[in-house]
């Protein structure tokens, strides 16, 4: 399978640990991309890398977020101290640089 | 509020064709984009449209743009059980293609 891959797929967390998802895009996808998404909502923008740069990230990537993409190629989301409203689907999404971007399935978070 | 806006929810029989209207805000957007997301999974890129253009056409998938209006629309022709889906409208928000600004969703129900 050469498409977008996150892992975990599911994540239940107690309030207040931390948590780190991981993203591996599409190979040679210089552009990787975070969302997040909540029921009943599209998905929000979070932050964005090009190769291992971090070039923008969202007001909603509040100082308990953390995304790193060390080596150019996969990226880690890191959630410290989570809290119930962190709860939702978390979507790594890759593209060349050209019109499309491709989303892989998505890290379901759930805050007990 | 959202910048896209798209009717909730959209109930069609089975070999009919489905109108997903679809409407944005911010007229400088270069790409405009669909994208289907079935229950549980990621979102699958259908279809999208540069802004110079009023139509395009991609197999089943009809997508019309009124720049003037800022109105985008998706036709589905012969619609099946399995495009039973939520799609989503999105315009992109910067030069960097993934950064997408996406609206909440339309919930197509495909009855037999």
């Known amino acids: 399978d050469t498409g977008v891959s996150q892992d975990p797929r599911h994540k239940i967390t107690k309030r207040g640990q931390n948590v780190t998802f991981r993203c591996d895009p599409i190979s040679e996808h210089n552009r990787l991309y975070w969302y997040r998404q909540t029921l009943g909502q599209g998905p929000e923008f979070l932050t964005y890398f090009q190769n291992e740069a971090q070039l923008e990230k969202s007001r909603l990537l509040s100082d308990r977020f953390s995304a790193e993409r060390p080596k150019g190629s996969f990226s880690t989301l890191e959630i410290q101290r989570t809290e119930q409203g962190d709860s939702a689907m978390y979507l790594c999404?890759?593209?060349?640089?050209?019109?499309?971007?491709?989303f892989g399935q998505g890290t379901r978070l759930t805050v007990v | 509020g959202e910048d896209v806006e798209q009717s909730l929810f959209l109930s069609v029989r089975e070999g009919d064709s489905s109108v997903i209207n679809c409407t944005y805000t911010?007229?400088?957007?270069?790409?405009l984009y669909w994208y289907k997301q079935e229950p549980g999974a990621g979102l699958q890129l259908l279809t999208y449209i540069f802004s110079n253009m009023d139509m395009k056409q991609d197999q089943r998938l009809t997508v019309l743009l009124n720049k003037k209006d800022k109105h985008l629309s998706l036709r589905i022709a012969d619609t099946q059980t399995g495009d039973s889906a939520i799609y989503f409208c999105?315009?992109?928000?910067?030069?960097?293609?993934?950064?997408?600004?996406f609206g909440a969703g339309t919930q197509v129900v495909v009855t037999p």
């Open positions: 911010d007229s400088s957007s270069t790409y």
């Open positions: 999404a890759s593209s060349p640089t050209s019109t499309e971007a491709f």
């Open positions: 999105a315009e992109s928000i910067s030069d960097s293609w993934g950064k997408l600004q």
